[in-house]
T-cell receptor, first 118, second 114 residues
């Protein structure tokens, strides 16, 4: 079974600065997807960014980018020019691209609480 | 464009009562997922459906939990009888079966069982 680990329960950053959230995962599969979701105090789970394992290029969405290291099974999220609205719980998630009963299932990490200081 | 809709947003009930949570997926999505979020266990997948058919219910904690998807636009998660340890936030998410298959979450239902 796949596991996802976020080793930083909490992180903080000054507004306009850059912060990196860590995520590692364990899998024996070669084809999969990785995601970062954001959960603000409203509880809504919001998709931030997606990375396909077969792509070597790191995904980028505006101020959010990832550092995907497939061999190391590492998938970190970098937030540049942090804003107060970035304050939230961030979850790393894994999804198999294969078939079987794991198809479509997301496995989540424990989450990292990000605080942004003005 | 409406997202995933869940109702109710908050539910407070007494132990032993039946609870029904409802979900309307995004139109056109054919996969639906039910998750539970607690402080102790984080986010757990309870069950998911593809094209209205349950694919994996191994995450359903016990027989008190049941889920149905009678059509492509509606699903329910029922707890009968409810217990205090069922208190959690329950999320419904939907996606396309085919690529890219990102899951989009509803706002969640906060359930409190006293």
């Amino acid at each position: 079974a796949q596991t996802v680990t976020q080793s930083q329960p909490e992180m903080s950053v000054q507004e306009a600065e850059t912060v990196t959230l860590s995520c590692t995962y364990d899998t024996s599969e070669s084809d999969y997807y990785l995601f970062w979701y954001k959960q603000p105090p409203s509880r809504q789970m919001i998709l931030v960014i997606r990375q396909e394992a077969y792509k070597q290029q790191n995904a980028t969405e505006n101020r959010f980018s990832v550092n995907f290291q497939k061999a190391a099974k590492s998938f970190s999220l970098k937030i540049s020019d942090s804003q107060l609205g970035d304050a939230a719980m961030y979850f790393c998630a894994y999804r198999s691209a294969g078939g079987g009963t794991s198809y479509g299932k997301l496995t989540f990490g424990q989450g990292t609480i990000l605080t942004v200081h003005p | 464009d409406a997202g995933v809709i869940q109702s109710p947003r908050h539910e407070v009930t007494e132990m032993g009562q039946e609870v029904t949570l409802r979900c309307k997926p995004i139109s056109g999505h054919n996969s639906l997922f039910w998750y539970r979020q607690t402080m102790m266990r984080g986010l757990e997948l309870l069950i998911y459906f593809n094209n209205n058919v349950p694919i994996d219910d191994s995450g359903m904690p016990e027989d008190r939990f049941s889920a149905k998807m009678p059509n492509a636009s509606f699903s329910t998660l029922k707890i009968q009888p409810s217990e205090p340890r069922d208190s959690a936030v329950y999320f419904c998410a939907s996606s396309l079966v085919y690529l890219p298959r990102e899951q989009y979450f509803g706002p969640g239902t906060r359930l409190t069982v006293t």
